[in-house]
């Protein structure tokens, strides 16, 4: 069974293919994937619904991995029995690039740029440089109220890759780099004052988000490597060559149940053009029938409650990653589990678009679209089962 995307998706893919796609591009893409009565046929009884920070739009920018990844540490503030506070997810997309930018000098210029990332980057990014309240940094400039980084990544990208074909380094290419966000973004605070202290992104981070980024791990499956092993995800946003758990693909569902049922949400980084994922509608799930061999009317009911759904197996979201249906497209944040009528259950999805589809930013996913669609997760070790702890050796 081969899932295709269909002809704009994989054009529009193609052409993008080194750095993940902007908000309103990616929404546009997906703009048909729409039926009328939808939330009018699905009835969701809510099962687990752990406590997640407001709603955000990460505007006409490629940072839905930082939007997630600082989603997913607010919540585990509330998990910790913490105050959460919005994390500045521009802070954390600014050190991001520079980082890149280092890496993809010393490759000279063989790596991905562009404004994607992962989300193990919003730890990395923690541990090295800290963290700030969204509130002292937003990286809105004057006039501005929704994030546009297509002018600035485009200056970044030529300059970078101007500065690789020098062959000589000086000692100011990163201060060109930083110049350039700073004019964009804004010079990100060394000290800033919250609730009456004075703190630097270094002491906000430790005292008052207070995560440890050593406690999180990140876990991907795919049948091509060795199961229970570390491997390096190979996806042009995974720049650091960050190393990921194996797992079998059954594990990713059962390790994502057991962390909700436990208090604990998950980051997940998953492909979202297929056009059996629907943001309008809220609703993303695997048909049985393939969306070629529908008829027009079949497509046109395809979220108007329940349907049947594919049995996804290890060989079909293998083939899917070889053959580029399955792309690194997107990062949200699971944070609950609902079923509906019939009791088939989904997960509560938490979404950076702002609150323009049916549930007002969330969304539902069915277990078979995880385990086909997931790129991979994001968790606190403590919230995996004693049994694949003992099997990955943590």
């Not at 939330?39 to 955000?56: A, P, Q």
């Not at 998953?270 to 943001?279: A, I, L, M, Q």
């Not at 060989?315 to 019939?342: C, F, P, W």
Request: hydrophobic share 35%.
């Amino acid at each position: 069974m081969n899932w295709r995307k269909s002809f704009y998706i994989a054009a529009f893919l193609l052409a993008s293919s080194t750095q993940s796609f902007a908000q309103d591009n990616l929404i546009n893409a997906l703009k048909n994937n729409v039926s009328d009565k939808s939330k009018d046929g699905f009835v969701f009884t809510e099962v687990i619904n752990l406590g997640n920070t407001s709603i955000k739009d990460q505007g006409s920018s490629g940072t839905c991995w930082s939007y997630s990844g600082n989603s997913f540490l607010e919540s585990e503030m509330i998990r910790m029995g913490k105050q959460p506070v919005e994390i500045s997810q521009i802070f954390t997309a600014y050190y991001t690039y520079l980082e890149k930018a280092k890496t993809f000098v010393q490759l000279h210029g063989d790596q991905a740029q562009g404004e994607g990332g992962q989300l193990h980057d919003v730890l990395t990014i923690y541990r090295k440089y800290g963290a700030v309240p969204k509130e002292v940094y937003t990286g809105l400039r004057e006039g501005q109220t929704r994030n546009n980084f297509s002018e600035m990544s485009n200056i970044l990208q030529n300059m970078n890759e101007n500065i690789v074909k020098n062959k000589k380094l000086t000692p100011n290419w990163q201060k060109a780099v930083t110049g350039v966000m700073d004019a964009y973004l804004g010079v990100p605070p060394q000290t800033f004052q919250y609730n009456g202290k004075t703190y630097t992104p270094r002491t906000w981070a430790d005292q008052v988000v207070g995560i440890n980024p050593d406690d999180y791990i990140g876990i991907s499956s795919f049948k091509a490597h060795d199961y229970y092993k570390p491997f390096v995800l190979l996806i042009p946003d995974n720049w650091s060559y960050e190393r990921f758990y194996n797992v079998k693909m059954n594990d990713l569902t059962d390790i994502i149940d057991n962390a909700l049922q436990n208090g604990y949400t998950v980051a997940w980084a998953t492909d979202v053009s297929e056009k059996f994922f629907s943001w309008k509608n809220g609703v993303a799930f695997v048909p049985e029938k393939e969306m070629e061999k529908m008829t027009q009317a079949e497509v046109a009911d395809l979220f108007n409650g329940p349907k049947q759904e594919a049995k996804i197996t290890e060989e079909i979201r293998q083939a899917a990653y070889d053959d580029y249906s399955t792309t690194d497209d997107h990062g949200m944040h699971i944070v609950g589990l609902v079923k509906d009528q019939n009791g088939k259950e989904y997960y509560i999805v938490k979404n950076s678009w702002g609150e323009s589809n049916d549930y007002k930013g969330y969304m539902y996913a069915t277990k078979e679209y995880v385990k086909y669609k997931t790129i991979s997760i994001l968790l606190h070790k403590n919230a995996i089962q004693k049994g694949i702890k003992s099997k990955l050796g943590i």
